[in-house]
């Protein structure tokens, strides 16, 4: 399935909670253009020997609008811990005229969480995945906008995609 309008889809949340898993799955579903934070960073500590801060999000955002500007409808995949990098999301979409959703997906369960992080593999060559321990230190702001919140503790990995399919209003 593909859908006829731009519209940025704006995943967010902790390492671990399955914000990764159901972009990718969204992103397929819709055929939509896929942005992960995570690669465009690596992509910049590999190639360029760079110390990244703030400069995947700055790089997605640029690919995102032109894509936006195509009339693409876009996946951004990232933490998207702050309020600043959660507004700058949402001012590409509204400055190219686009709607946009938040999407944060959590995992409720701290076991469950924990359990995954610790065992899971990168897909990304190069990427270091942070601990448990820089996890629940990380700076993560409290959401001051609506946003869909899928939380994935006790749910399949197809089970949260449907919620999330049904909480957007988009047909499986």
Known sequence: MSIDVSHLYIFSGLPGTGKTTLSKSLSSHLKAIYLRVDTIEQGLI?????????????LSYRIAADNLELGNCVISDSCN??????????????????????????????EEHRKRVVSRKTDIDGLILPSWKEIQEREYDPWMSNRVVIDTASNRKNESFNELLSKLNIPT
Do not use: H, K, M
């Open 46 to 58: 590999d190639l360029c020997d760079y110390p990244v801060e703030g400069e995947g999000y700055r």
């Open 81 to 110: 811990p702050i309020n600043l990098t959660r507004q700058e999301w949402q001012e590409i979409a509204s400055s190219r005229g686009v709607s946009f959703t938040n999407i944060e997906v959590i995992c409720s369960d701290l």
